[in-house]
């Protein structure tokens, strides 16, 4: 191998390493304070200057995005399994919305640049919420089919029911039994009545 292709591979290793770093101390910081943490407090913990962090990471939303990446691939799992094993439409929206509700809890603060990225077709954040909006009109779809969800009820509005759920249960206000209570008042809103069965009698059993 010759100097300069040595040379060459020594510095995508260290930028790779670099960025590994930046994530991880990014990762920690967010996970104390919130995505409000500044991006020079993350450069000064990663004891990196600011002009590496921001070639990594042109934005706020570029880092936001990145570090999600992994639990994009946790939730898209979760979608896999959900759609594999729970055969009831009803409650597999519901299953869905709870492992959405689980991702936008990832750091304090985080549905607010979600419930933006959503209107700014430019934020690296925008595809990866478009693609969950789609996922949850898969499934709401299933469940208005089935007469399980009410017709008028749009994906995009249970995403969006999710953020501001995920906010609300951040408020002042909110105490320890403010998440379930939230969500709770958001399945009334989209949920149909299930139909009742005959005692001893299973719903789907003939």
Same mark, same amino acid.
């Given at each position: 191998?010759?100097?300069?292709?040595?040379?060459?591979? =020594?510095?995508?290793?260290? *930028?790779? !390493?670099?960025?590994?770093?930046?994530?991880?101390?990014? $990762? #920690?910081?967010?996970? #104390?304070?919130?995505?409000?943490?500044?991006?020079?407090?993350?450069? *000064?913990?990663?004891?990196?200057?600011?002009?590496?962090?921001?070639?990594?990471?042109?934005?706020?939303?570029?880092?936001?995005?990145? /570090? /999600?990446?992994?639990?994009?691939?946790?939730? +898209?799992?979760? =979608?896999?399994?959900?759609?594999?094993?729970?055969?009831?439409? !009803?409650?597999?929206?519901?299953?869905?919305?709870?492992?959405?509700? $689980?991702?936008?809890?990832?750091?304090?603060?985080?549905?607010?640049?979600? !419930?933006?990225a959503l209107s700014k077709g430019t934020s690296?954040? %925008?595809? @990866?919420?478009?693609?969950?909006?789609?996922? @949850? $009109?898969?499934? /709401?779809?299933?469940?208005?089919?089935?007469?399980?969800?009410?017709?008028?009820?749009?994906?995009?509005?249970?995403?969006?029911s999710t953020l501001a759920t995920a906010w %609300?249960?951040?408020?002042?206000?909110?105490? #320890?039994?403010?998440?379930?209570? /939230?969500?709770?008042l958001m399945r009334t809103g989209w949920e @149909?009545?299930? !139909?009742?069965?005959?005692?001893?009698?299973? +719903?789907?059993?003939?």
């Amino acid at each position: 191998m010759s100097e300069g292709a040595a040379g060459g591979r =020594r510095q995508r290793t260290d *930028k790779q !390493r670099n960025r590994t770093h930046i994530l991880e101390v990014a $990762e #920690e910081l967010f996970v #104390e304070q919130g995505i409000t943490g500044s991006m020079d407090a993350v450069a *000064k913990r990663a004891g990196v200057g600011p002009g590496t962090l921001y070639r990594h990471f042109p934005t706020r939303e570029a880092l936001l995005a990145a /570090l /999600l990446q992994a639990r994009d691939e946790e939730l +898209e799992a979760r =979608r896999v399994a959900i759609q594999r094993e729970v055969t009831d439409s !009803r409650a597999a929206l519901t299953s869905w919305l709870q492992a959405l509700n $689980e991702w936008v809890t990832a750091f304090d603060g985080l549905p607010e640049p979600l !419930r933006t990225a959503l209107s700014k077709g430019t934020s690296p954040l %925008a595809i @990866t919420c478009q693609g969950f909006v789609t996922t @949850t $009109e898969d499934f /709401l779809g299933a469940a208005q089919r089935d007469g399980a969800a009410q017709p008028w009820v749009r994906g995009r509005d249970l995403f969006l029911s999710t953020l501001a759920t995920a906010w %609300a249960r951040g408020a002042v206000m909110a105490d #320890e039994s403010s998440p379930d209570a /939230l969500v709770s008042l958001m399945r009334t809103g989209w949920e @149909t009545p299930a !139909r009742e069965t005959a005692p001893g009698r299973s +719903e789907g059993l003939s």
